[in-house]
């Protein structure tokens, strides 16, 4: 049985954390694609966020960010170690390196006394996930997992459905999440997240938002987990008679709905120069696309990919008091936002991220409510949950109030640990009882 105990803590006087200076002062710690979004809620709100310094290996990508954000070159830093040793006077940093490279810093900015906002998964591991708990709560300092899929004004009006009694209570829950077929080859087949020995398992890297999604509606807890997974499609023996290695010198690309060719080139020529293209080059002119697709890794045929991550999965959870849950990750959609349908004793509701459908048992009638705050990819902010993230941590850190925050360290890791679990269950067959 996995017994995790809640404290409550407050937040205790940090010279650091001064407020005489105007807004939070953040470190942004990797300027790749989470780092560059959450830090823009300071362009929209200056008087609040202030991004302090920055710390990148990549230097074109760092002088960009400190560019955009005025840095001065004092605070511009190769490393995190480096940052971390010039004790740059940043009230809270924001850790948005690769998924392998959390623990280390965490730890270590936590055991200075910053408070801390981290990119999701918090750790590829549940050793990982105890040692930044026991620094967070040793050193007693405000902390959050970018789950932002808990911050969408989606999220907050079905919490609020679901607490009013409106369709009494939970039975079941349904989630699916069609992850998009350009997507997936962009980020799980070409890029960072390919591989589970190099990145994490993909229920973790994409998907562990979800299951802590589901968990947070649910309001219970989880018992017993199976789970099914399978690298279906992205293999070698399916690629095409006649194809190369490259899309760009293959003969049959044409034809191929995953041509990074006619995929990149298109947003490119349509001036779409944000994510996903912005993960591909660091600078954004037809040279460095053409040299990206001639010799870097966005430009591989899918089938003659190193990846090894699942492209479709399912976990079934079963939660106390006899309630179940499902979740569906699957590759093969277009881009959309999670289904999602919540089946409760006196009425069921069904979503699709912008439209929830509440059915009513006693009076045999539907009601529409229509929520739109941009779609779900990274692009757009994960309708409106990038920035949910930001606001909550900065009104945290305003307002000493850190239950804000929906996303904790405790809180987190009860779900990472769920995700093992699921992992577990998954490369054993079995099903994994918390």
């Not at 996995?2 to 937040?11: A, D, E, G, N, T």
């Not at 023996?237 to 490259?246: L, T, Y």
């Not at 912008?354 to 009513?360: A, G, T």
Request: proline share 3%; charged share 20%.
């Amino acid at each position: 049985m996995l017994l995790l105990v809640f404290v409550l803590v407050q937040s205790k006087d940090n010279t650091m954390n001064s407020k005489m200076r105007k807004g939070l002062h953040l470190a942004v710690i990797g300027a790749g694609s989470r780092g560059r979004a959450y830090s823009a809620f300071a362009l929209q709100n200056p008087e609040r966020l202030v991004i302090h310094a920055i710390a990148e290996p990549i230097k074109v990508r760092r002088d960009a960010f400190g560019d955009r954000y005025d840095i001065p070159a004092e605070r511009r830093y190769a490393t995190w170690q480096d940052l971390l040793e010039d004790n740059c006077k940043a009230d809270a940093v924001l850790i948005a390196t690769i998924d392998r490279e959390h623990v280390d810093p965490a730890v270590a900015f936590a055991n200075a006394g910053y408070n801390i906002l981290l990119e999701k998964p918090m750790a590829i591991d549940s050793h990982g996930c105890s040692l930044i708990v026991d620094a967070v709560q040793r050193n007693n300092i405000l902390f959050g997992v970018c789950h932002v899929l808990l911050y969408t004004p989606h999220t907050i009006a079905v919490q609020e459905i679901v607490g009013s009694g409106r369709i009494g209570e939970i039975v079941s829950l349904q989630r699916v999440e069609p992850v998009g077929f350009w997507h997936f080859v962009h980020s799980y087949v070409r890029g960072n997240w390919r591989r589970e020995d190099t990145s994490s398992p993909v229920l973790l890297a994409k998907s562990c938002h979800d299951l802590d999604w589901i968990i947070s509606i649910m309001g219970a807890e989880v018992q017993s987990i199976s789970s099914f997974g399978f690298k279906n499609h992205f293999r070698k023996e399916f690629k095409p008679e006649h194809a190369s290695d490259r899309c760009v010198t293959c003969q049959v690309e044409s034809n191929c709905p995953y041509s990074a060719a006619r995929f990149y080139t298109n947003l490119f020529q349509k001036g779409e120069l944000v994510w996903p293209l912005d993960t591909m080059i660091d600078e954004l002119s037809e040279v460095a696309l053409n040299e990206a697709l001639y010799s870097g890794p966005y430009g591989r045929c899918v089938y003659a990919c190193d990846n090894s991550v699942m492209d479709n999965q399912v976990v079934n959870l079963a939660f106390k008091g006899n309630k179940t849950a499902s979740f569906s990750m699957v590759a093969f959609s277009d881009v959309s936002d999670r289904k999602t349908c919540i089946f409760g004793t006196r009425g069921m509701l069904e979503t699709n991220g912008e439209i929830i459908r509440i059915y009513d048992f006693l009076t045999d009638s539907w009601e529409t409510m229509q929520i739109s705050c941009g779609d779900a990819t990274a692009a757009e902010g994960h309708s409106g949950g990038d920035f949910g993230l930001m606001d909550a941590f900065v009104s945290a850190w305003e307002t000493g109030d850190w239950s804000r925050i929906k996303s904790n360290a405790l809180e987190a890791r009860v779900s990472h640990e769920v995700v093992f679990a699921a992992e577990q269950a998954r490369l054993e067959n079995t099903v994994v009882h918390l």
